[in-house]
Structures are given as C-alpha cells and as structure tokens.
C-alpha cells in the first residue's frame, strides 16, 4: 500500500518567515495530493491540493509544488503569520473504481514566532 | 452547507460500555470515512463506505468495532465493549465524485 513520509515533525518560524513542508510516496499511482490545516480542537481542513498533471499551484500565500518524477511534494507558506501555527498533514491518494484510498502523513506542528 | 456533523462532540465512558458515536455527512457526497487520530498513531482510516456500502474495513481494529451506513445520510461508528486504549479522536468525512474529502470536528472519546 502507499507510504507517506513527512517532514520535519516540528517547525518553528519567524513571522514574515517562509515555511516549507516536504512530503515523499510510494505509490506511483498515486494522483491526488491534498494538503490538510488542524487546529488545536478542531478536524483537518483542506488548504490546498495538486493532482498529478500540474507541477504547482498557488493561492494567495500557500503554493504546493509536485515532482512525480521523485515522487515528492511539498507546501511553501510565504509571509507567515501567528494565524498560521496549527499541525500541517499532507496525503496522498488514487482512486480506481469506487476504491478510494488517501494515506496521510504524520503531521507537521508549525508554529509562527511573533 | 453544514458540512459533515458528528456527535457526540466529547465522550467519556467507563471501560466495558458501549460507545456509538453518529456522523451526518455532507449531502451529495456518495464517500464516508472514519478515521482514529492518535499522538502515537496519526491518522488511521478505520472503513470506508461508497453509496452505503462498504469497500475497505481493513483498518477496524478488531471485532469490537464496528460501522453501519443504514441509509446516504447517517452513519454510526459503534465499539462494544470500549477500552482505555480506545481513547482517541474520532473523524468522520465525506467526498463526492473528486479525490476530496472533508473532515467533521471530531468526536473525543475517552475511555476510563
């Protein structure tokens, strides 16, 4: 089955500091990779997502980058605020039929200094 | 739209009790997932339905859990009986026809 990697764990910044994220998989046919935001108490909520014919995407300060290739995709947050502090998961999934598996990362606590 | 809502939002039961815990998805969305979130594991999909129906409970623990989809609107995640090592949060989501899926706010289950 596939195997998502995460790193780092932890990840502390500057506010107005870039964050970078970095995820790795195992499932070549893997073709979706969304990229979920929690806060303390709360569920995942989808920030961004890439699916596996576009190598970037952007909105606003949050950029996702793909390479299939090496089969890694990583979050960019630019400019980054208190707001931003909460645990960061990225995923991976395919879909065949009506099977529908997404795997998740471990998780990326960022916190953003003030 | 609501989103996906769960209930109970917080539980806490004796060892040996049942525990059932109830997701309304999103409407539309033929896809519901449970998922278990602890420190030590993450996040685990437990089963997953489509139009009902089960496809994958590979990841259900074992026999004292289990999951019903009766109709497109409800779901129940059901453990009897519950463990301290059941204590964990509890996730239900739904997707539509795409890859995404969305989470509810949880359901935070501990066992005593």
């Known amino acids: 089955g596939e195997n998502v990697e995460q790193h780092p764990s932890t990840l502390s910044v500057q506010e107005g500091d870039s964050a970078v994220i970095k995820c790795t998989y195992s499932?070549?046919?893997?073709?979706?990779f969304p990229w979920y935001k929690q806060e303390l108490g709360k569920g995942p909520q989808l920030i961004i997502d890439i699916r596996s014919n576009v190598g970037e995407k952007k909105d606003q300060r949050i950029a996702v980058t793909l390479n299939k290739t090496a089969k890694h995709f990583s979050l960019h947050i630019t400019e980054t605020q208190p707001e931003d502090s909460a645990v960061y998961f990225c995923?991976?999934?395919?879909?065949?039929?009506?099977?529908?598996?997404?795997?998740f990362g471990s998780g990326t606590q960022l916190t953003v200094l003030p | 739209d609501a989103g996906v809502i769960q209930s109970p939002r917080h539980e806490v039961t004796e060892m040996g009790q049942e525990v059932t815990l109830r997701c309304k998805p999103i409407s539309g969305h033929d896809y519901l997932f449970w998922y278990r979130q602890t420190m030590m594991r993450g996040l685990e999909l437990l089963i997953y339905f489509n139009n009902n129906v089960p496809i994958d409970d590979s990841g259900m623990p074992e026999d004292r859990f289990s999951a019903k989809m009766p109709n497109a609107s409800f779901s129940t995640l059901k453990i009897q009986p519950s463990e301290p090592r059941d204590s964990a949060v509890y996730f239900c989501a739904t997707g539509g026809s795409g890859n995404t899926i969305y989470f509810g706010e949880g359901s935070w289950l501990t066992v005593v």
């Open positions: 995923a991976a999934s395919s879909s065949s039929g009506s099977a529908r598996q997404l795997t």
């Open positions: 499932d070549s046919a893997s073709n979706y």
